[in-house]
């Protein structure tokens, strides 16, 4: 096989817009420009399910690829800014915990944060762990600063994400493609036409008679994985024996107070609540098992527990939990939720698509489409959606809800060997046994663990080499800083509100 210029793919054509297939677009055509036609195909009859308005620090990778302005992103996308999630009811009634972006804590003896704190627990200090984290406590004052770079300031150990509406993000990207060189044509799919050789795709028929040619086919169809599963063949792997909520139901209502900077996610008795604070609105929704509620239920579930007036009925949503089992096949890589479906328990979704593109470019075949990049793709893609998996299912897992057949189910259900052995490392020594390639890192592991009650009886015989008062000393110091530094910071609809007042940027401009 060679590397030749002739051997360059060409044409490029994703099926399917809304969020994935417009990320894509836009990552491929900044990272290409323009040696290679990219053409969508999308119908304005097809509707998307729009419900990721809440995302992950890793967002900044995919905004900073593109050239994306962040101070026009937030005008544009009525954005608000996300310090972490809020868990309220999920280890018991009455719990409240928030899984904070950032660190826990700073650098330091050679340790882990965490080890530190374990030991100095051991030794009498009785501070709960997120008074170390100043995310926890701007997110709790609705308070909101961005991350510095230098060590030595508390203000690094931030980290953070945006609320956004999903609707205005895709549009926004679709402005951005066109200016690009991207193609949108619309219409539905009608025929995929395969070589008779290789069995690759070579073209799709829309209902219109066009017809699209090219060398690599993005699957962005969402849950109907047109290529990667009607066309290709590709199975599904069914993960609903652990995750076991199947349905949401999403509505929109009127902001009515403060944009709090963080997701709240509230336990129901048939599954959890979002609520995703807006600078327009605020988004609401209800994942639960059909098994153990009603749609009606559910609804009326969710209108009971607006903050203000609902902006539209719920909107029904249905979805199994689970992965392709081959996300690349052949020239047909599948993005989105196409590629598999994980509930938006941990603002997973976008980081998801993401995923899919970051593989796609640091594995970008030329037009022989080596089977080896697919490999290589797809056992990678496979680990992350394994990892994510795992940390969602702890959150089901260790709960104290007696009395709810959903909660008393995931309480004493098996669980994958990978979280049992997690959970057991961390419940003997305060251990986290994470991949160098795992999404969720220590903070986020911690936040969940220590929120729902998983407690480290132990913690590694390295920390007995540190000095008992001198580390509990040094940990309250820590925490009184943070404590100090909290109300020093603005509020966060103050931050929200200098933004829209400046000029915007003509970014679009500047980076198409």
């Excluded at 945006?162 to 402005?175: E, I, Q, V």
């Excluded at 060398?215 to 063949?233: K, P, Q, T, V, Y």
Aim: net charge negative.
């Amino acid at each position: 096989m060679t590397n030749s210029m002739g051997d360059r793919i060409r044409r490029i054509v994703i099926l399917g817009g809304g969020t994935a297939g417009w990320m894509t677009a836009a990552a491929l055509s900044k990272t290409l420009a323009r040696d290679v036609s990219i053409t969508l195909l999308e119908s304005d009859d097809i509707g998307t399910v729009g419900v990721g308005e809440a995302t992950i620090p890793t967002i900044h990778w995919f905004n900073d690829l593109i050239g994306l302005d962040e101070e026009d992103f937030v005008r544009v996308t009525k954005a608000s800014f996300k310090l972490g999630i809020e868990f309220v009811d999920w280890t018991r009634a009455g719990s409240r915990y928030l899984h904070p972006f950032g660190t826990y804590g700073v650098p330091g003896s050679g340790l882990p944060f965490h080890q530190r704190w374990l030991k100095a627990r051991n030794d009498g200090l009785e501070r709960p762990l997120r008074d170390f984290s100043l995310a926890s406590q701007l997110a709790q004052q609705n308070r909101f600063a961005k991350p510095v770079s230098d060590p030595r300031s508390i203000l690094s150990t931030l980290g953070y994400a945006w609320h956004f509406d999903a609707s205005l993000y895709a549009g926004y990207l679709r402005s951005l493609c066109t200016r690009r060189g991207v193609t949108r044509v619309e219409g539905r799919m009608a025929n995929v036409e395969r070589d008779g050789e290789t069995g690759r795709v070579s073209a799709l028929t829309t209902d219109k008679q066009e017809r699209l040619e090219g060398e690599l086919f993005i699957d962005c169809s969402g849950f109907r994985a047109l290529l990667i599963a009607a066309e290709l063949g590709s199975g599904f792997e069914d993960w609903s024996h652990w995750l076991l909520c199947d349905r949401a139901a999403a509505v929109p209502c009127e902001r009515v107070a403060e944009t709090t900077p963080f997701t709240r996610s509230t336990a129901r008795t048939a599954g959890w609540q979002w609520r995703i604070p807006l600078q327009h609105r605020t988004g609401n929704g209800y994942v639960y098992s059909s098994a153990h509620i009603s749609d009606d239920e559910a609804a009326a579930t969710l209108l009971a527990h607006l903050d203000g007036a609902a902006l539209a009925e719920p909107r029904l949503l249905q979805f199994k939990a689970g992965r392709r089992k081959t996300v690349w096949s052949k020239n047909v890589v599948a993005i989105g939720l196409a590629s598999g479906f994980l509930e938006p328990l941990e603002s997973t979704s976008i980081h998801l698509i993401q995923s899919g593109i970051a593989k796609l470019l640091s594995l970008f075949p030329d037009r022989h489409v080596d089977p080896a990049l697919a490999r290589r793709f797809n056992l990678l893609f496979e680990a992350d959606m394994d990892n994510i998996k795992d940390f969602l299912i702890l959150h089901y897992h260790a709960n104290e809800r007696v009395g709810e057949p959903l909660w008393d189910h995931c309480r004493t259900m098996p669980i994958p060997d990978t979280l049992q052995a997690r959970i057991d490392d961390y419940r003997r020594s305060g251990r986290l046994m994470l991949g160098s390639d795992d999404l969720f890192r220590d903070a986020s592991w911690l936040a969940v663990l220590n929120g729902q009650d998983v407690v480290a009886e132990g913690f590694t015989p390295l920390a007995d080499r540190l000095d008992a008062q001198v580390n509990r000393e040094q940990l309250e110091q820590l925490a009184q800083l943070i404590e100090r530094a909290a109300p020093t910071l603005p509020a966060h609809d103050t931050v929200i509100q200098q933004i829209l007042a400046r000029q915007p940027v003509e970014a679009l401009a500047a980076a198409g």
